[in-house]
């Protein structure tokens, strides 16, 4: 099946540094990605839309010049969290639709803990 | 707006028994699809099973079903012959239009298999 990639699976920062996760499909293109944040003992909620050559769409109350997402390529989609706070800990989770198919994967998740 | 709500936060079945997990939808769509996913304690999204709203028969995914009554705007997973495995969240999603639309999920439903 089709396989989406993240990197790092986790990582530990310093408050006010930034962090960068990157989402790979791996052997199928997706003109759309999409990351997720969540919580412990929450669900999914969606942060924003990664578009490929176009500006990322986000969710209300999801800051844009905070959490930066870049779509390179049809393949590679990164989100940036800028000047990383303590609350920004979560587990972050990427997902792609392939290009015409009803199905979505997800990437295995990051693990942000900022200290 | 979408909105999927699960109502039961946690559930208990014996090993080898059938356990059915509520989700209830709303939309306004007349074309959307509806996803289970299994979340177990590593954090990966597994992906179960999948209906679309133009469906007319109930998916089957080996011992998953999906009790799709339309009218209702209910999408109950039916997990037969429970293995101790099975253990893990499970979330109930939705997806709008076409298919690189976004994904929302439901609160999920932590499910416990007893021996």
């Known amino acids: 099946g089709a396989v989406v990639s993240q990197h790092p699976s986790w990582v530990i920062c310093k408050s006010g540094t930034s962090v960068k996760i990157e989402c790979r499909s791996l052997?199928?293109?997706?003109?759309?990605m999409f990351w997720y944040r969540q919580f412990p003992k929450q669900s999914l909620m969606l942060m924003a839309t990664?578009?490929?050559?176009?500006?990322?769409?986000?969710e209300q109350g999801v800051e844009k010049d905070k959490f930066l997402i870049n779509h390179a390529s049809l393949t590679l989609s990164t989100l940036t969290v800028t000047s990383a706070h303590p609350e920004d800990s979560s587990f972050y989770i990427c997902?792609?639709?392939?290009?015409?198919?009803?199905?979505?994967?997800f990437g295995p998740g990051t693990r942000l803990t900022v200290t | 707006a979408q909105k999927i709500t699960q109502t039961q936060p946690g559930m208990f079945v014996q090993e080898k028994e059938a356990v059915t997990l509520d989700c209830t939808y709303d939309?306004?769509?007349?074309?959307?699809?509806l996803f289970w996913y299994k979340q177990p304690s590593s954090g990966e999204m597994i992906f179960l099973i999948y209906?679309?709203?133009?469906?007319?028969q109930n998916a089957t995914e080996g011992r998953y079903s999906l009790n799709f009554q339309k009218a209702r705007k209910s999408a109950n997973l039916v997990i037969s012959a429970s293995q101790l495995g099975d253990s893990a969240m499970y979330f109930c999603?939705?997806?709008?239009?076409?298919?690189?639309?976004?994904?929302?999920f439901g609160a999920g439903t932590r499910l416990t298999v007893k021996p």
């Open positions: 052997d199928f293109q997706a003109t759309t």
């Open positions: 997902s792609a639709p392939p290009i015409k198919s009803y199905e979505q994967y």
């Open positions: 939309t306004s769509d007349q074309s959307y699809g």
């Open positions: 990664s578009n490929e050559g176009s500006k990322a769409t986000y």
């Open positions: 999603a939705m997806r709008e239009g076409q298919h690189n639309n976004d994904m929302r």
């Open positions: 209906q679309g709203s133009y469906d007319e």
